[in-house]
């Protein structure tokens, strides 16, 4: 899918994360606190300074991780920010730190985190899917809690199975139930067994993902507009990826990371004597990986998909009729009639837009992205420029006596100068999407003053989508009654949380603001 592996860099998933922690604190905590190097390394220090004079009973460990790498490559621990200095060159790498969670659930004491697969099936609208089962990777050196002396322990401290394999511990098993990789559906029986419930576990880790994927995708329809053109049917893309999540010892779920390109190997490497090695079949990975890679053929199938709806013409979407508290664990079997009963049983659930009315208030940076995209103007561009800018404020009617077009120019400036000097990407000058979204949340401060964050960039984005859309439908109006069916001179979005014209054509050109509205709940989307 165009975008996914810039997407899911360690800084710009810190980065998209770091919005909706911004707007939704509570509800993104699942992802540590981060800081990006070299840009926020005096803020690294002053935040850790500032909490550990208030606390100092704080300890904390961080986690530093080169931008980019993966395998556990360059990882290392440190006690104090000044420890990154001696390391050396992270001033001019880039890297995100991270707050290191100290208290990881064990089990038999050692280590562990969680693969995942998610099949990302379609980006408009929103369809994700998750495996029912997944690996669990296991260090191969009992866990201790970070010390000066156990630091460097990478057994003790990563659970990259690219690491551990070279630990004389590592158990290759024949059981998908023990040694150093196993299925996450045998930890769960386990975890079970001692009264854990279970249910509450695999329901946090669909929440986990859903909302990640909400963090990831703004960004992802920037990139597919630039590639794919506007208004003509494009292709269907797909993408299959990995999370990687740990579970705390208090079993709450923390994302590490995500893979765009989750290793689909099989078999593994065995060496049969010194130096000489074999590939042999790796059974927990057949077990978890085939059928993954079997379900997405199913449903990515087109020719099944064109029966399905011949079949089913009038069939109703799933959207929200449960909550993830209902989700199975993995392992229990589906209710519907399945039209595929010869073959093995589906592994991928569909979880968006089966739980979408749960998780669609938190789209806001989506419908952002939206404006964002509308003003853009030229092909095949992901930066905003300053005229597409003034134009966005412009035509939502966001100028006043208290903010002058001047003003906005600052604004614009400001903002975009100092994202461009931040990011690696220097290939087209303008505003990127997380510039716009900074300035939206200064204009929306401004503009709603006393609510909270969420809120007032809420009431902003409707109020935005309700001047264009009143501006669309006076297009229309005129287009009509010179040449019909033009489309209006902005990028209709793919996804419209502005009405193309298309859309509007449904409704009567007299319709109010207020029946407008009424059609288009705040927070209600997709
Ligand atoms: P890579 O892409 O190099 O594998 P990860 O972000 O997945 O990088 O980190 C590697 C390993 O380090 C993880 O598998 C996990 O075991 C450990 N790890 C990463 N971040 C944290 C963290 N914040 N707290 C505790 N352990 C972590």
């Known amino acids: 899918m165009s975008g996914m592996t810039e997407m899911v860099r360690k800084i710009t998933l810190s980065r998209a994360v770091r919005i909706m922690q911004n707007l939704f604190p509570e509800e993104y905590n699942f992802y540590p606190r981060s800081w990006i190097l070299p840009d926020e390394f005096q803020l690294f220090v002053a935040q850790v300074r500032m909490v550990k004079d208030g606390d100092p009973s704080w300890k904390p460990t961080f986690i530093v991780k080169p931008d980019g790498g993966c395998q556990g490559d360059g990882i290392y621990l440190i006690k104090d920010p000044s420890d990154i200095r001696l390391a050396g060159t992270l001033q001019s790498r880039p890297a995100v730190v991270q707050e290191y969670i100290c208290k990881p659930l064990l089990i038999d004491k050692l280590k562990f985190d969680i693969r995942l697969y998610v099949l990302l099936k379609s980006l408009d609208p929103l369809e994700i899917y998750i495996a029912k089962d997944g690996l669990s990777r296991f260090c191969t050196e009992p866990y201790q809690e970070p010390s000066p002396k156990n630091l460097h322990h990478v057994f003790m401290h990563l659970t990259n199975y690219s690491l551990n394999i070279h630990s004389g511990n590592f158990v290759h098993s024949d059981s998908t139930s023990t040694g150093s990789k196993r299925t996450f559906s045998s930890i769960l029986c386990r975890?079970?067994?001692?009264?854990?419930?279970?249910?509450?576990?695999?329901?946090?880790?669909?929440?986990?993902?859903?909302?990640?994927?909400?963090?990831?995708t703004p960004e992802l329809k920037v990139f597919y507009q630039s590639d794919i053109p506007a208004g003509r049917p494009g292709p269907t893309c797909f993408q299959i990826l990995g999370f990687d999540i740990l579970l705390m010892k208090n079993l709450k779920p923390i994302l590490l990371e995500v893979n765009a390109n989750p290793s689909m190997r099989i078999e593994h490497e065995q060496e049969l004597s010194p130096g000489v090695f074999e590939n042999v079949p790796s059974l927990v990975d057949e077990e978890v990986k085939v059928a993954v890679i079997r379900d997405t053929l199913r449903l990515m199938d087109p020719l099944k998909n064109?029966?399905?709806?011949?079949?089913?013409?009038?069939?109703?979407?799933?959207?929200?009729?449960?909550?993830?508290?209902?989700?199975?664990?993995?392992?229990?079997?589906?209710t519907n009639p399945n039209p595929e009963a010869?073959?093995?049983?589906?592994?991928?659930?569909?979880v968006f837009p089966k739980y979408a009315k749960q998780f669609n208030y938190l789209r806001l940076v989506d419908r952002m992205a939206n404006l964002f995209i509308r003003f853009l103007g030229i092909k095949g561009s992901m930066k905003l420029g300053p005229?597409?800018?003034?134009?966005?404020?412009?035509?939502?009617?966001?100028?006043?006596?208290?903010?002058?077009?001047?003003?906005?120019d600052i604004l614009y400036i400001d903002i975009t100068r100092r994202w461009n000097s931040m990011t690696l990407d220097q290939r087209d000058s303008g505003m990127c999407l997380q510039a716009f979204v900074e300035a939206f949340f200064y204009l929306a401060q401004r503009k709603f003053k006393m609510l909270p964050l969420h809120e007032q960039v809420?009431?902003?984005?409707?109020?935005?989508?309700?001047?264009?859309s009143l501006l669309d439908e006076r297009r229309l109006v005129c287009g009509r009654s010179s040449t019909a069916g033009v489309r209006p001179p902005g990028r209709s979005t793919p996804q419209g949380a502005t009405p193309s014209a298309q859309q509007v054509e449904g409704h009567p050109p007299c319709c109010t603001n207020s029946a407008h509205k009424s059609s288009r709940p705040r927070h209600a989307l997709s």
């Open 342 to 350: 010869h073959l093995p049983s589906i592994c991928l659930k569909q």
């Open 191 to 216: 975890l079970s067994s001692k009264g854990v419930d279970i249910k509450k576990v695999w329901s946090d880790i669909i929440s986990l993902v859903i909302k990640t994927v909400i963090a990831l």
């Open 306 to 334: 064109k029966r399905e709806k011949q079949s089913q013409p009038h069939k109703k979407p799933l959207a929200g009729k449960e909550g993830p508290s209902d989700c199975e664990p993995a392992g229990t079997s589906d």
């Open 387 to 408: 005229t597409g800018f003034r134009t966005f404020i412009r035509n939502c009617k966001l100028s006043s006596s208290s903010l002058s077009m001047a003003a906005v």
């Open 458 to 468: 809420a009431s902003l984005i409707d109020l935005c989508e309700y001047h264009l």
